[in-house]
């Protein structure tokens, strides 16, 4: 069984990346994978990261990371993972089985771990979450010393790590500074109290790129990893490279007299020309935002997409001289096409999202995975 339209991984750009950016920081490179990978597909991902020479990882679900840890055969990076409620009692067990690194993102995460834990066994290594102004997870820098006392005080744990995340590192360095100031107050206090702190992040890939301060041991890059930049700026800036192509067969080509409407509601209407059809839609993740805004490339040039984005399929203006014929490709982005950035901006959105809700139907084909 195949399908007309797939995405193409590029391993070779995914071991580059992983590489500049730890060239370009005095810190350890905690990639991350949560979300498939931002839609790249996960075990393969982790495991050209691993030959990169990546030592920790972070997924966000820790019912995720455990479904790696499980179907990972030999040695595997250590995990970190973040995301669960009080109710994942057996989720919690699994991952002190399997080693992972837990967060704490307040004291209710200590009782659930508490009663999660079997007698006997080895602590769970866990890091501590602060707010320094995100205002999602994590106590507040107010609160830190007391979450760091009841973490320390707590059997069946090891505190071993700290944790914040950013919230302006791409549009506000004084927003970016005070959280920066903050965090560092709350190491400070942990260390003071005894926390053996050995993993203490607040990076993620804005702050590697753009504010050394808040590189403290690690930094967790997750979109930069896949070659698209978090401000949906030119990646190769940064000499990073895109990691995904998406591409799909065209189904059909015909020509058009003027005056013909195109798509659901007849929103445009073209002029004489040759229409194509790409067969995806948004099931598979094409935003309905860039109908008539976003454009593929087909023979090396540029088609804009006319009408309204459907569910299976959308259509483009191939151009009245165009010669192209059913089978042939269309790149709706990466390498050869527009970028990920490009349709974002298309559809008022980010690269981030574009990629990483790509549909469970649009085959990955992993290449280069013997260049890393």
Not at 49 to 76: F, M, S
Not at 177 to 185: D, N, V, Y
Request: hydrophobic share 45%.
């Amino acid at each position: 069984m195949s399908y007309p339209s797939r995405a193409i991984i590029d391993h070779g750009a995914l071991a580059h990346n992983f590489r500049t950016l730890g060239s370009s920081v005095d810190a350890e490179v905690m990639p991350i994978v949560k979300a498939n990978a931002y839609g790249h597909g996960l075990a393969p991902c982790v495991a050209t990261l691993q030959r990169a020479g990546a030592r920790i990882i972070g997924i966000a679900q820790l019912a995720e990371a455990i479904e790696l840890a499980a179907h990972t055969r030999g040695a595997r990076p250590e995990i970190f993972t973040w995301i669960y409620s009080p109710t994942q009692l057996g989720d919690i067990r699994d991952a002190s089985r399997f080693g992972l690194h837990l967060s704490v993102p307040d004291t209710w995460a200590l009782d659930a771990i508490a009663r999660a834990m079997p007698d006997g066994v080895e602590p769970l290594r866990v890091h501590l979450k602060i707010d320094t102004g995100m205002g999602r997870g994590g106590v507040l820098a107010d609160d830190a010393g007391a979450l760091i006392e009841a973490a320390l005080a707590t059997p069946g744990i090891e505190v071993v790590g700290l944790w914040s995340h950013l919230a302006c590192a791409d549009t506000d360095s004084d927003a970016t500074a005070r959280q920066e100031e903050a965090f560092a107050a709350a190491l400070a206090r942990a260390q003071a109290a005894g926390a053996p702190i050995r993993y203490a992040h607040l990076a993620a890939s804005g702050g590697a790129l753009w504010h050394p301060a808040t590189r403290h041991t690690h930094v967790r890059p997750g979109i930069a990893i896949y070659g698209i930049m978090p401000d949906d700026s030119d990646p190769a800036a940064a000499n990073l490279r895109p990691v995904m192509r998406l591409e799909a067969e065209l189904t059909s080509v015909k020509q058009v007299p003027g005056g013909t409407p195109v798509s659901y509601g007849h929103i445009e209407t073209v002029s004489a020309t040759t229409l194509g059809i790409v067969p995806l839609g948004y099931a598979d993740g094409m935003d309905r935002h860039a109908s008539s805004r976003a454009h593929v490339t087909v023979g090396g040039r540029m088609c804009r997409v006319v009408g309204r984005i459907c569910m299976d399929q959308f259509v483009v203006d191939l151009g009245p001289e165009s010669d192209a014929r059913v089978g042939d490709t269309a790149i709706v982005w990466g390498p050869g096409g527009p970028s990920a950035s490009d349709w974002a901006r298309a559809a008022g959105t980010i690269g981030y999202e574009m990629v990483a809700r790509l549909g469970p139907r649009v085959p990955r084909i992993h290449v280069h995975q013997e260049d890393v």
